[in-house]
């Protein structure tokens, strides 16, 4: 595993030394919060500490975003399905009947060749829907595969939808195998004591969530803007060790806020499974314009306008979703659109999902930038998801996070230029999210108390314990006279600006005291280390927290000998009881055997006859460390991929 980072690490040791390669005399500085030695868990005199951040994106950034692709290859253009990539007929149904077979075959890629799809509506809500894991959507390249959308009317309609078949947001899901927390959870958190563990074990999926009572509306100054049916606090987790003598479940990722007894602590399972290994690449979209009027804030209000009409439509939606990958997207300006409009509202959406990755996307000019949710490029609404390398130009809220439901996401080494309004914290207290190494380019950084703002449940407190690091700007946006403008409740951090628009706006009142915690304006340039998500990352994955593979065979994409087996080889000695296989794709009902050898630390996974030599086949394996119960080192989980042959 550790091979696996070394060009990352590599990076990130780069990236954080580069800055002084110029002027040597320049003294370099690390924040208070951030020494040398920092671990998970420092705190400084005051009581104040940084949240490790390093779990954001796609398998917690244990593993890079897949290059190759997944399983069979479904080109839309054979005359099976018979798209058209000259953009001369409508290829909607074309294309979603690669998607249909892909699905049916237990998963696949779909491949768009080179040119210019013509796409519209199947009915109200979808162009494109994906309901099943082991998905891959690609193209050729952001400036060779086209998506056109042809249809005006897109109201509330995504073009591409990831979304299990059933599934409405968290709030919503029936609650199996309640236990209640017997003990108020901090921050900082992985351990989590219930008042039974009988239904759970290692490898499961659970919530970890609280209500929205009137106690914990009272506690965070929003008795007369929130109501008890917001959405609260949840957290989507996966268990790796169970402890049947003190009843606790240790979890992958830390909690990232307090969760109270008071509020109905609990932890339960969801009877709605997640997408899994779900990605789309290297494409570009653009949308016919709405000619029609009516394109004012609220306008989207009012049937027969455009901004009606047009009332959050989508590129891409993600939605209950884990280990899922958007890279080289871009978008642009259809030949047929008299203005120079690209999309109609929205670009991304991440929305109730997890481990996410999106990289190295452009996402620009939408036509409706009025209330209601529209014209914001990339939205933020999930959980410990990466948005890296990307770039955001002339949306409402270039970028946004929102919802109690959102945390632990990380925003880095992106740019944002002419926003209508600020890359923002939006609504009801968005948390412990990272936003690293920021350019603006007429943009603000936003995290305030938005007060009454919004509709039955106000805006309100919009953030806490958000962190900007490093920020650049290059301008100021238009009327604003500050880069980063921060009134968190409890606290929050700004820790280095730079660039020629570098100043900090930080207050407090609204139930947001003590003022936030601001350091190193306009000495961001020798800020240590210049992102603070590459460095946790460096840390997380050198400390060995886990118990890591040191070798694997097959390879992605190599072949299996005759003999029908793969090996997991661990950096340490693993406890023989405790690994078994959880069969992704393999042939069904079969018998699959794992053995361990002590010596070569080694487990061996056999597989039985039948499997079909050119079908791609994947095997997740779980596994203990024996020095788990005193090292506290988590369950290893792991998945390969491979094909099947006859010969080596």
Known sequence: ???????????????????????????????????????????TGDGLFLQDYSYAGYHMGEEPVPTGDIGEIFNVTDPLYGADNTGAVDSTLAIQSAID?????????????????????????RVFTITHSNILIKGDGADKTKIYNTEPYMRMTTIFN????????????????????????????????????????????????????????????????????IQPIQYYRQVIQVDEVNKTLTIDIPVRYTLKMRDNARVFRSNVAHLEEVGIKDMSFGMLEN????????????????????????????????????????????????KDIHIISDGIDLRFCRS??????????????????????????????????????????????????????????????????ETDHHLHLAHANLIDSMIMKGDQLEAINRNSYGSTNRH???????????????????????????????????????????????????STSPMDFVEGVGTGDTLVP????????????????????????????????????????????????????????????AKIDVEYDAETKRAYVSFPDGMEAEREYAITLNAESILSQDDNSPMYNSTIRFTASDKA
């Not at 049916?104 to 796409?119: F, S």
């Not at 039974?196 to 008795?223: C, L, N, P, R």
């Not at 700004?494 to 207050?507: E, F, I, P, Q």
């Open 1 to 43: 595993m550790k091979k696996l980072f070394a060009l990352v690490i590599a990076f990130a040791f780069i990236f954080n030394t580069l800055v002084f390669a110029e002027d040597t005399t320049v003294e370099a500085w690390r924040s208070v919060l951030y020494p040398e030695d920092w671990a998970p868990g420092f705190t």
């Open 101 to 125: 077979a892909a699905q049916l075959a237990g998963g696949g890629t779909i491949y768009l060749p080179e040119g210019t799809y013509k796409v519209s509506p199947i009915e109200t809500g």
């Open 162 to 229: 990831f979304c299990p078949t059933g599934f409405v947001d968290w709030a919503s899901l029936d609650e199996f195998n309640v236990a209640k927390v017997t003990k108020d959870l901090g921050e900082l958190d992985k351990v989590i004591p219930v008042e039974s563990v009988a239904e759970y074990k290692a490898g499961d999926w659970i919530f970890i969530k609280m209500d929205a009572t009137k106690d914990f509306i009272a506690e965070h100054g929003q008795t007369n803007l929130w109501k008890t049916d």
């Open 291 to 338: 000619t029609k009027a009516g394109l004012a804030e609220e306008d989207y209000t009012t049937e027969g306008t455009a901004a009606y009409e047009s009332h959050l439509s989508r590129l891409i939606g993600i939605t209950h979703t884990v280990n899922g990958w958007i890279t080289n997207i871009g978008t642009f300006k259809p030949a047929e659109n008299t």
């Open 356 to 421: 996410v990755t999106v990289d190295d996307c452009n996402i620009q000019k939408p036509l409706y930038e009025g209330g209601g949710g529209n014209g914001y490029l990339f939205n933020l609404k999930g959980q410990e998801c990466l948005i890296i390398n990307c770039y955001a130009y002339h949306g409402r809220h270039n970028y946004s996070f929102g919802g109690m439901y959102c945390s632990g996401n990380v925003l880095t080494a992106s740019t944002s230029a002419t926003a209508k309004k």
């Open 460 to 510: 309100g407190q919009t953030s806490t314990q958000v962190v900007f690091w490093n920020s650049k700007g290059d301008s100021y946006q238009s009327g604003e006279s500050s880069l980063v403008e921060t009134q968190q409740y409890g606290m929050g951090y700004v820790v280095g600006t730079k660039g020629a628009a570098y100043k900090v706006s930080a207050y407090e009142g609204d």
């Open 530 to 589: 210049q992102s603070l998500y590459l460095d946790q990352l460096e840390r997380r994955i050198a400390s060995g927290d886990k118990p890591n593979v040191i070798a694997k065979y097959p390879a992605q994409g190599k072949r299996l000998y005759e003999g029908s087996y793969v090996y997991f080889e661990f950096d340490r000695d693993m406890n023989a009881a405790t690994i078994n296989e959880q069969s992704l794709d393999i042939v069904p009902s």
